[in-house]
Every structure is written in structure tokens, then in C-alpha cells.
């Protein structure tokens, strides 16, 4: 099966992660007094998500499927994600 890419919506998704990746850095570093400790990881854990649902989507080409392995990549990435910051969450919140 050959499937046809649009090299123009991937040049897009190509800005957008890099777009997020800068968001990413410039919330780590210049918001870091200014939110609560427990929104910053928040917003960033919400970006990283977005990225990984492009590159899922986009560079491994799910987006047309209706193959279970799509939100299966998603909510794995999720999943880990939450793991990571259980613990910088819950020492925010109960400080």
C-alpha cells in the first residue's frame, strides 16, 4: 500500500513542534516564579502531549487510519508523562 504525503502539511507540523519545543524551553525557563508550582508542569505536560500527538499522527502517518496503534501512542505517552510528574505535582500542591 503507497500512501501519498503532503510534503506542505508536514513542512506545517514541522513549524508547529518547533513552535511547541520553544514554548516548552520558554515556560521552563521565564515562568517559572511567576505561575504556581503546580501549573507550570501542567501547561508544559499539555505541550508535550501535543507533540507527541503530532509526530503520532503526522510523521508515522496514523492520521488517515483508523489503526488502534494511534491513541494507543498517544495514551502511552500520557500515561508515562503523568508518571513523571506525580511526584513534582503532589509536592507542589501539598506545600
Request: avoid cysteine; aromatic fraction near 8%; charge should be positive.
Amino acid at each position: 500500500m503507497k500512501f501519498h504525503r503532503d510534503e506542505t502539511a508536514l513542512t506545517q507540523t514541522f513549524a508547529l513542534l518547533v513552535l511547541l519545543t520553544a514554548g516548552v524551553l520558554a515556560s521552563s525557563w521565564y515562568l517559572t516564579g511567576a505561575m504556581p508550582k503546580y501549573l507550570l508542569p501542567a501547561l508544559i505536560a499539555s505541550m508535550i502531549v501535543a507533540k507527541v500527538r503530532l509526530v503520532v499522527l503526522d510523521f508515522l502517518d496514523l492520521r488517515r487510519s483508523r489503526s488502534p496503534i494511534g491513541p494507543a501512542l498517544i495514551a502511552w505517552a500520557a500515561a508515562i508523562l503523568l508518571l513523571a510528574l506525580a511526584r513534582p505535582l503532589v509536592l507542589a500542591v501539598w506545600q
